[in-house]
């Protein structure tokens, strides 16, 4: 093995995947690898699969990698289509959501993907209803994704993402909770479905 100098720092790779030999997922040689389009500005932030479909979030888009095949390759860019934090992506049986300053979509690894709030949410609401502290969840229950939010008229800064905008799969329509919960809390950082009703985890209750 290669020793690293103590007074040398570690070359960085912001836009590469290391991949693992056939059925050994925990060697990962440093000379198999998968190296998106380099110098773009973004880093990554979140990989998904689904079915033979590697989804690679950056910051401002996604890049979709089709590894059906002996080798993988770049299938398509999504431009606009990325995320800010990993918080921002549920996963689905039927595919996967998640939002970002544009709006919210969905893919199920086999259609281009859908901006599931187009002609719902105009752009300029859609400005008052996301920050980066809003984060999404699926609701088996009642199939519906919910989207923490500061909604409406809070100040850009603001980490108040305590309210709820609702969307409904089945319906594909969407509604406000403007007090999701019959206690008050603060920014909600978690959450948990059991019987049937929502529990939400802050930084300093629950």
Known sequence: NEEISPTEPPEKFPD???????????VLPETSFLDLIKHDG?????????GQKLLIFKHDDLFIVDCSGEFEYLDSVQKGHGIINATSICELPLGIYWINPNEMYFYD??????NVSLLKISDSEWKKIWNVYSHIAFNPEDQTILMFTRYKDNPDNTSDAKRLLIYDIEQKSFYYKSIPSTLPYGRCSGTALVNNKLFISTANTA
Request: proline content about 8%; glycine content about 4%; cysteine-free.
């Open 16 to 26: 590469r995947i290391l991949r693992s030999q056939v059925n050994q997922f925990d």
């Open 42 to 50: 973004q880093d990554i932030v979140k990989m998904l699969a689904i």
């Open 109 to 114: 690894g086999n259609n281009p993907p859908v």
